[in-house]
């Protein structure tokens, strides 16, 4: 027994380690036949993809060179171009929405780094490209050029089928000779393409290459193959496409949009020669004190850095000035801009008016508020989009600095405030014997927005969601009344109740209840900046064209049949101008 024991005690454990070792080996050899199972299956699909998945790696990598390295494009990247309306003077890039904005109406705000905004009043219907994109769309339908690449995209569109039957066809054995020659053919349409992009860049034997495609498409059709994996890889490869669609039309809409927003490069060497010039000559400003103190002149105001876009409006409103000696002209503008314009101004002489140049940084109106938080103008581009009507709207509103005014001008009663993008046509001098009926300011009623498309921005004052809205670009102040009503101190509560907004629409529209008088439509004609329907008739019969919307005059990306109205108040043959190359 004892014995026996000491058998049994021996033989068990040797047992146990057999079963072991052999559970070991048969993993060890099932592991062996799926690691290069999985091996040859992810090497069959990057092979048999005829170049798609070699493709497709390409194009997500220059896709993330552009969207990661570029600055630029990262910022447009993570922000929608609607968000990104619509700066008309100087250098701006967008900037996100600062808090969404309530859900119901669907209505949203974008703000730019100089004070241009976006808002958008949308129903449920899909967006349409001008409403996603504004103006860009309007201005590609105006400029489409002809095809370059008819021939190439119908290539491209055989290249995809093939390449969807391609991996199908070369599993079937059977079809070995006619899977070499598909991928001959696969291989020849890649290789054209890493060649040239348009018709002209093709191949002479190209029409003998596409039909033989075309063959080789039709054959495959009629192979017996797994339709699900053609299926998928026909979907990827659309996929790929539309994905790659959209990416470009995103980019191209930016880039338009920072086409409108830049300065162009003779402007900015239009600016900088003249700050040269200023302090080199040091002029001397003329003694003309009587007439910007005395308040029985006409006095008008324009808010701008644009040296040319503000000769325009002065020079247009003294060419058709009944007696120009009447006329004053103040300019304010911002540090940077402060020294040319005071040297073209110096140097340039409008008839009997008078002009002068102030640097409304140095006054110190607005407490609490630095620079980099106000700007010149404020334009938005409203769009809406319901199963009514589908349209987009472009607005000027007052900035902050608009709220200064009477401070600014404590010995005036009434002044006329120009926006920089506009043209006189007519004598303004009617505007001085105006009855304004005791309101504060006249301006032309904006009845295509109306405050409910904006009542998110409204708070919860009391308002009539029917009334008319209205924009700056010519508006006559009664600077008495103003003080009267306390009109600034107005604003800046609404404004304080309203902190997280980015635009001061809301406040502006409510701060003029009851204070707005109408003037009457003939006064100014709006939309020449992005309207392309405008007739010549409507354009003729306009006291004021105002320029608003994203294609402003001076820009090559205006509209060149209103152009016209807006360059022929320009001294081409001013040496700076020529100096510079500036030709708008």
């Given amino acids: 027994m004892k014995g026996g024991a000491m058998t049994s005690y021996h033989t068990m454990p040797v047992k146990k380690r057999w079963s072991w070792l052999v559970i070991a080996v048969l993993g060890l050899v099932l592991l062996s036949m799926l690691v290069p199972l999985a091996f040859l299956l992810g090497l069959h699909n990057g092979f048999y993809s005829g170049g798609y998945v070699t493709e497709k790696r390409s194009s997500v990598s220059s896709r993330q060179n552009v969207t990661l390295d570029s600055p630029l494009i990262k910022d447009f990247g993570r922000k929608s171009v609607k968000e990104a309306e619509n700066r008309t003077t100087g250098f701006t890039v967008p900037t996100q929405v600062s808090k969404p904005p309530p859900k119901g109406d ?9 004070g241009t905004k976006t808002i958008q009043v949308i129903g449920d219907n899909e967006k349409t490209c001008e409403l996603k994109y504004g103006s860009y769309c309007l201005w590609r339908q105006q400029h489409k050029e002809k095809m370059k690449d008819l021939i190439v995209r119908k290539m491209k569109d055989q290249l995809y089928v093939a390449r969807a039957y391609y991996p199908s066809i070369a599993k079937l054995p059977k079809l070995d000779q006619f899977s070499q020659e598909m991928k001959q053919n696969i291989q020849q349409f890649e290789h054209i393409f890493s060649e040239g992009t348009e018709d002209t860049d093709l191949p002479p034997q190209v029409e003998k290459l596409i039909q033989k495609m075309e063959t080789t498409i039709i054959k495959a059709k009629a192979a017996v193959v797994d339709c699900n994996n053609v299926d998928k890889k026909l979907r990827q490869l659309v996929d790929l496409t539309e994905d790659e669609a959209n ?5 191209s809409a930016f880039l338009y949009q920072l086409a409108v927003q830049t300065t162009p490069k003779s402007h900015h060497c239009l600016s900088m020669r003249l700050t040269v010039e200023y302090f080199k000559t040091s002029p001397l400003d003329a003694d003309v004190s009587e007439s910007l103190l005395n308040p029985d002149l006409h006095h008008y105001v324009i808010l701008s850095n644009n040296v040319l876009a503000s000769s325009v409006v002065i020079n247009s409103t003294v060419m058709h000035a009944k007696v120009s000696r009447k ?9 940077q801009s402060f020294f040319s314009m005071k040297m073209w101004f110096f140097t340039n002489a409008y008839k009997d008016a008078t002009v002068e140049v102030l640097n409304i940084e140095d006054l110190d109106l607005l407490k609490g508020q630095t620079p980099s ?26 900035s902050h600095w608009h709220y200064a005014l009477p401070k600014i001008f404590p010995n005036l009663k009434k002044i006329v405030v120009l926006d920089d ?7 303004l001098s009617a505007l001085w014997n105006l009855d304004m009926n005791e309101k504060v300011i006249g301006a032309v ?3 295509a927005v109306k405050f409910g498309a904006i009542k998110n921005y409204l708070g919860k004052e009391n308002y009539d969601s029917s009334s008319c809205t209205w924009m700056s670009g010519l508006n006559i102040i009664d600077l008495d009344r103003w003080r009267e009503h306390d009109v600034t101190k107005m604003f800046q509560s609404l404004v304080q109740k309203r902190l997280t907004e980015t635009t001061t629409l809301g406040a502006t529209v409510l701060t003029f209840r009851g204070l707005l008088m109408d003037l009457d439509d003939t006064w100014v004609l709006s939309g020449l900046g ?12 306009a ?15 205006g509209i060149s049949n209103y152009k016209v109205h807006w360059r022929k108040y320009l001294d081409l043959e001013n040496r700076y101008m020529t100096d510079c190359n500036v030709n708008p």
């Avoid at 669907?106 to 100089?114: K, L, R």
């Avoid at 993008?421 to 004598?427: E, G, I, K």
């Avoid at 992005?530 to 019969?541: D, F, L, Q, S, W």
């Avoid at 105002?546 to 402003?552: D, P, S, V």
Wanted: charged share 20%.
């Fill in 421 to 427: 993008d506009v043209v006189v046509q007519r004598d």
């Fill in 543 to 557: 006291a004021v064209l105002h320029f608003n919307g994203n294609m402003k005059p001076w820009l090559e990306l």
């Fill in 445 to 447: 009623r904006f009845c």
């Fill in 106 to 114: 669907n209505v949203g705000v974008g703000s730019s780094a100089e």
């Fill in 247 to 251: 990416f470009h039309m995103k980019q």
């Fill in 373 to 398: 938080h106000l700007s010149m103008r404020q334009e938005l581009r409203v769009s809406f989009l319901s199963t009514s009507e589908s349209r987009t709207e472009y607005m000027s509103v007052f």
């Fill in 530 to 541: 992005h309207n392309y329907g405008i007739t010549n008739e409507a354009i003729n019969k």
């Fill in 327 to 335: 006329q004053v002209f103040h300019v304010l503008t911002d540090k």
